[in-house]
């Protein structure tokens, strides 16, 4: 079985940042690629970032480029989320998730996209 664990959300101010973790455990996964995604209140779930597992190949949301970082710690199996700037419409549930197959040289921007998903943790930025 695999588990992917997200931490580090929390309430924060407009302006300040928080780093998410994603610790993937449980048997071994082969992952082509791992993202984040965030579902707002009343929202349907959307696409933050992505990033080739192996090759470090990034992609990014427009609403979060140039102040979010994802990133990953092959030798922990840990995907990262650095947010800095945070501001109110950032506010939602965020996951991570994994994909174990190929995906033929496009980012994996879609939901479908992804084989296995975290259970989500809150994010609230305050104005």
């Known amino acids: 079985q695999v588990q992917l664990v997200e931490s580090g959300g929390g309430l924060v101010q407009a302006g300040d940042s928080l780093r998410l973790s994603c610790a993937v455990s449980?048997?071994?996964?082969?992952?082509?690629?791992m993202g984040w995604f965030r579902q707002a209140p009343g929202k349907e779930r959307e696409f933050v970032a992505t990033?080739?597992?192996?090759?470090?190949?990034?992609d990014y949301a427009d609403s979060v480029k140039d102040r979010f970082t994802i990133s990953r710690d092959i030798a922990k199996n840990t995907l990262y989320l650095q947010m800095n700037s945070l501001k109110p419409e950032d506010t939602a549930v965020y996951y991570c998730?994994?994909?174990?197959?190929?995906?033929?040289?496009?980012?994996?921007?879609?939901?479908?996209?992804?084989?296995?998903w975290g259970q989500g943790i809150q994010v609230t930025v305050s104005s």
């Open positions: 998730a994994a994909r174990t197959s190929y995906s033929g040289g496009y980012y994996p921007t879609q939901q479908n996209d992804y084989d296995y």
């Open positions: 990033i080739s597992w192996i090759g470090g190949s990034k």
């Open positions: 449980g048997r071994t996964l082969s992952k082509n690629a």
